[in-house]
């Protein structure tokens, strides 16, 4: 991913403070706007995206809080330091409420302000990289996560992605998106402008699987008519994926550790070693420490793979994945189908949740193509997916649900919350346009809540 220069927004209609972070802001190579009132300020905001913002707490034509709000509408939002002459706890208070990340008092200190700002700086370039990472993902089919256990998976990815080289154990059930995590740590590494190989280690006849990972040299076995690279070899600066690993021959386990502890391998009939810089990632739907048990996967092999072990649960384990992935296949299926309006009926969505998906994400793929292929209308009905799941009790639970109002009020809005949030996908700035409030109203009642 290519690095952006952050960008800033300084707000004060003071001229001499003006002129002293313009000289700390181009002394450290930053590209940054000035602006003099809350006017100028808003039409700044409007014309392109911040990484930070300087903000004075008092401006000729209003309060920078209303700036604070106006900036913190955007998607990403900047970080938002906020700078005043009259110390006030009440203001402070105000402003981090809303959304600041700090407050500092004038005169100001250009030394500490300078420090402060390269860490909302720091902050902002990781989230805009995680922006990136979502976004390619949703293109690809991939992060579309709503639940916690899958959001914990994908940043124990992103930790492994942070190293230069450590190794990781993916495991979960066929379906559930190894794959998809495997590509994550890859494409969010400093490795992804090598390759990525990914190789099915089930798909390869015993007799090849040496050749195939190591590499062989011309004759080194019978219609070895010249040299072979080899997967290990095909994958040098990059990241090499070794799918169903406990499926791996036995005898051809010790080779694998030592390649992996010492970075280097002898490819198939050759006596010239070769180094390797590569980092392996290995995955299987098989429980590791029974295969161990078994004698099917040395003990030794299995610790040297599992520096780091991340689980993918099942979608049946995961609920809340399930609506946010259905709504994902339908808007990518859209196009393939021409059929830009389609969407899913709430009773479809309560019938997704209901079913238990025993093939996982590919499974609920699978159905979403057969339903956008079936509907006869852009609303896609229950019946059409056609799961196996008792359509007359799903409604009848529904008529129930909607016959019992909450106990207490608060209930019913933070249910109306939740429910808004997962239609806005998450976006806390859509979900606060929907439900007609502020940004930093509906981030106060999350709280409250207990739901941020």
């Known amino acids: 991913m290519a690095s952006v220069e952050p960008s800033i927004l300084v707000v004060d209609d003071d001229a001499m403070v003006t002129s002293e972070l313009s000289w700390l802001l181009e002394s450290r190579g930053y590209r940054f706007v000035c602006a003099d009132s809350v006017a100028s300020a808003t039409s700044a905001l409007a014309k392109q995206s911040y990484d930070a913002l300087l903000l004075d707490m008092y401006l000729p034509d209003g309060e920078g809080l209303t700036v604070l709000d106006r900036a913190l509408e955007a998607e990403p939002a900047p970080n938002v ?37 390269e860490r909302a700086l720091d902050n902002a370039a990781m989230r805009r990289k995680l922006a990136a990472y979502e976004a390619r993902d949703r293109q690809h089919g991939g992060a579309v996560c709503a639940s916690a256990a899958l959001r914990e998976a994908f940043a124990v990815a992103d930790r492994v992605a942070a190293t230069p080289s450590s190794s990781a154990l993916l495991l979960g059930e066929s379906g559930t998106g190894k794959e998809v995590l495997a590509t994550r740590i890859h494409e969010s590494s400093a490795r992804r402008s090598g390759p990525f190989v990914r190789v099915n280690l089930a798909a390869i006849p015993d007799s090849m699987i040496e050749a195939e990972l190591f590499g062989s040299v011309r004759g080194a076995f019978t219609d070895a008519k010249r040299d072979r690279a080899g997967h290990f070899a095909s994958a040098e600066g990059g990241t090499i994926l070794l799918d169903e690993i406990c499926e791996f021959r036995p005898e051809l386990q010790p080779k694998l550790l030592r390649a992996l502890e010492e970075r280097r391998f002898f490819p198939v009939g050759s006596d010239r070693e070769r180094r390797m810089n590569v980092r392996v990632l290995a995955a299987t739907n098989r429980d590791p420490q029974e295969m161990v048990a078994k004698g099917l996967l040395r003990a030794d092999l299995y610790y040297r793979l599992a520096t780091v072990t991340i689980r993918l649960a099942p979608l049946r384990e995961r609920r809340d994945d399930i609506v946010p992935l259905a709504d994902h296949f339908v808007e990518v299926l859209r196009a393939e189908f021409s059929r830009p309006h389609s969407r899913l009926t709430d009773e479809a969505k309560a019938a997704l949740v209901a079913y238990d998906w025993p093939g996982n994400v590919r499974e609920l793929r699978n159905v979403m193509e057969r ?67 502020s940004r930093s109203t509906l981030w106060e009642k999350m709280k409250r809540y207990g739901v941020v």
């Open 81 to 117: 330091i906020m700078m005043t002459a009259r110390a006030e706890i009440r203001s402070a208070v105000a402003a981090i409420r809303r959304g600041a990340v700090d407050y500092l008092e004038k005169p100001l200190d250009l030394e500490d302000l300078a420090v402060r700002l």
């Open 371 to 437: 339903a956008m292929m079936l509907a006869r209308t852009d609303e896609i009905a229950a019946e059409e997916l056609g799961l196996p799941v008792d359509l007359t009790t799903l409604r009848a639970r529904e008529v129930a649900a909607a016959d019992a109002p909450p106990a207490r009020l608060d209930d019913a809005e933070k249910q109306h919350i939740l429910r808004v949030l997962e239609r806005a996908g998450g976006s806390r700035t859509r979900a606060a346009a929907m439900l007609g409030i």
